[in-house]
């Protein structure tokens, strides 16, 4: 079982920034594929970007390209999700979530095995 555990979400304008990170305590994850995904009220949960385990490789969703970036810091079994330039179409819970290898490529909520509880980025226009 692998626990993972969120921070760093809140309120902010539009424009501004927020760094979230994304926790796994007492347990590697260096083999998973990290995900980051995002669910507004009312929408199903979409993919927004994931990490390789070796931190190499990366893809986003086309509506974070150029905005979000995601990273992994193996030692500290901590990824983040870096955004920039938020809009308020960015409000929602963010969630990461831990794939085996095999996941590479994919973006399917369905396609990752472990969840954190979701942390809460509202976006004022």
């Known amino acids: 079982q692998v626990q993972l555990v969120e921070s760093g979400g809140g309120l902010v304008q539009a424009g501004g920034s927020l760094r979230l990170s994304c926790a796994a305590p007492g347990r590697t994850f260096s083999s998973y594929v990290m995900g980051w995904f995002r669910q507004a009220p009312g929408k199903e949960r979409e993919f927004v970007a994931a990490?390789?385990?070796?931190?190499?490789?990366?893809y986003y969703a086309d509506f974070v390209k150029g905005r979000f970036t995601v990273s992994r810091d193996n030692a500290k079994n901590t990824v983040y999700l870096q955004m920039n330039s938020l809009k308020s179409e960015d409000t929602a819970v963010y969630y990461c979530a831990a794939a085996p290898p095999r996941a590479w490529g994919r973006r399917g909520p369905n396609d990752y095995d472990y969840w954190g509880q979701g942390t809460q980025v509202t976006v004022s226009s």
């Open positions: 990490i390789g385990w070796n931190s190499d490789s990366a």
